[in-house]
T-cell receptor, first 116, second 113 residues
């Protein structure tokens, strides 16, 4: 069975600080996909990134970066120079690649608060 | 490009009743997934439809069902409502699979009394 653990329930940082959100996953599949979604106070989940299990390259997109390490089954997300607009709940998710099992298993989310 | 729309946005029902929620995906998207979000259980996958066929299914009882129409619009139905069905129901669409970027709607907040 798939499982995603986001051990950090809530994090608060002062604006402009860097912050890392942790994600640890479990799966028996060799082919899978990992995602990060953001849920701002408005409620709509917003896609941030997708990574397949064969691509361990770290990715940077502006102030956001992701570190994927298969050896530790982790897919961590770092926000550099945080801003108030980054305040939201962030979800890590996992999906198998097998037909009939293409469904996202979400972690419990990390509520990030950026203090001005 | 219009986003994913869900109707109604809010709904109050009584135990034992049934409810139908609607989702209109982004134009051109053929995959529609439904999720339930509650404070206790978090975000849970209900089912996914592609070309009018249920392709993936989560671990929910048979009271939860859905369908997809030829224009990719989707509905989900919950029969014999229970208090525990109170939740935010989210619909998401993608071009062809939940394993790609999904666009989520604002959700329908269902309260069962």
């Amino acid at each position: 069975a798939q499982k995603v653990t986001q051990a950090q329930t809530e994090i608060s940082v002062v604006e402009k600080e860097d912050v890392t959100l942790d994600c640890v996953y479990e799966t028996r599949d060799t082919t899978y996909y990992l995602f990060w979604y953001k849920q701002p106070p408005s409620g709509e989940l917003v896609f941030l990134i997708r990574r397949n299990s064969f691509d361990e390259q770290n990715e940077i997109s502006g102030r956001y970066s992701w570190n994927f390490q298969k050896s530790t089954s982790s897919f961590n997300f770092t926000i550099t120079a945080s801003q108030v607009v980054d305040s939201a709940v962030y979800f890590c998710a996992l999906s198998e690649a097998n037909f009939g099992n293409e469904k996202l298993t979400f972690g419990t989310g990390t509520r990030l608060t950026i203090i001005p | 490009k219009a986003g994913v729309t869900q109707t109604p946005r809010y709904l109050i029902k009584t135990r034992g009743q049934q409810v139908t929620l609607s989702c209109s995906p982004i134009s051109g998207h053929r995959s529609v997934s439904w999720y339930q979000q509650t404070p206790g259980q978090g975000l849970q996958f209900l089912f996914e439809y592609f070309s009018e066929t249920q392709r993936n299914k989560g671990n929910f009882p048979g009271r939860f069902s859905g369908r997809q129409f030829s224009n990719s619009r989707s509905e989900m139905n919950v029969s014999t409502l229970e208090l525990g069905d109170s939740a935010l129901y989210l619909c998401a669409s993608s071009f062809n699979s939940p394993n790609y970027e999904q666009y989520f709607g604002p959700g329908t907040r269902l309260t069962v009394t």
